[in-house]
């Protein structure tokens, strides 16, 4: 079982940047996957950026490419996700996620395990 953590939602001005940080127990945490998804009230869990703890290597959705970075601290069991040029289409509650396999799906199905969400609000 691993539980997430999440911090670092509020509100911003459009424009303006927020960083998000989940933090993952056990002592297993190289061998995860790890991602962001966000939800708005009435619409599907949408994937936002992945990334394999093992290996760095990263994945994004197409609406955050560009503006958003995922990173990850192993020493800490921690992930990243440093948000730039938000807009206010980007405003949602965002959700840690973690799957014991090693590819980063966009559905959000094919994740194990999940955090209480954050949420992130920009303003216009």
């Known amino acids: 079982q691993v539980q997430l953590v999440e911090s670092g939602g509020g509100l911003v001005q459009s424009g303006g940047s927020l960083r998000l940080s989940c933090t993952a127990s056990?002592?297993?945490?190289?061998?995860?996957?790890m991602g962001w998804f966000r939800q708005d009230p009435g619409k599907e869990r949408e994937f936002v950026a992945g990334?394999?703890?093992?290996?760095?290597?990263?994945n994004y959705g197409d609406s955050v490419k560009g503006r958003f970075t995922i990173s990850r601290d192993n020493t800490r069991n921690t992930v990243i996700l440093q948000m730039n040029s938000l807009k206010p289409e980007d405003t949602a509650i965002y959700y840690c996620?973690?799957?014991?396999?090693?590819?980063?799906?966009?559905?959000?199905?094919?994740?194990?395990?999940w955090g209480q969400g954050t949420q992130v609000t920009v303003s216009s």
């Open positions: 996620a973690a799957r014991s396999g090693s590819s980063l799906p966009g559905q959000y199905e094919y994740w194990d395990w």
């Open positions: 056990g002592r297993t945490f190289s061998r995860y996957g």
């Open positions: 990334i394999r703890v093992s290996t760095g290597i990263t």
